[in-house]
């Protein structure tokens, strides 16, 4: 029997707050197209790519029938005053491009690249710039573009 695919949320909790919030926004889209969805935390940004690389490779090793519609990644990266934030920025967002390229996986990309909090809070706050919501509404059109494809029966 198969179960209905899920939408994976992998937010990292870095800035809990910013976090929350745009899960928040993710959510109230999810559930208003009736999309079922799991949440999966990760400490930071860096970690995202690989959560979702665990959530693959788990349903290719273990052979089950649960699949995943796409993925939702959500989470903060603010400018400090050396180069990590570069790298974390660059190479997440490269990590989840080829992800999504080489497993044709839907993806939200929800990952704020911020020079301060301020701007942070802007975009995910819901009732502002809403990003959460706006990598819900991606992943759930590029599921659709799937299915358009007839890349997925569901």
């Not at 745009?22 to 990760?42: C, I, M, T």
């Amino acid at each position: 029997m198969n179960e209905t695919p899920v939408i994976q949320i992998v937010e990292a909790r870095f800035y809990e707050d910013i976090a929350d919030e745009l899960v928040k926004g993710a959510v109230q889209v999810l559930e208003q197209a009736g999309q079922p969805y799991e949440r999966v935390s990760v400490p930071g940004v860096f970690e995202i790519p690989a959560a979702v690389h665990f959530s693959i490779r788990a349903l290719e090793v273990h052979s089950i029938s649960r699949r995943f519609a796409g993925f939702i990644a959500l989470g903060c990266v603010i400018r400090g005053e050396t180069s990590h934030y570069d790298y974390v920025c660059s190479e997440s967002a490269r990590s989840l491009m080829d992800l999504s390229i080489r497993n044709s996986i839907a993806l939200g990309f929800g990952i704020l690249t911020c020079e301060n909090y301020d701007q942070a809070w802007t975009r995910a706050a819901v009732d502002q710039k809403n990003k959460g919501g706006d990598a819900a509404r991606a992943c759930l059109r590029m599921i659709e573009i799937k299915k358009d494809l007839r890349l997925t029966t569901q």
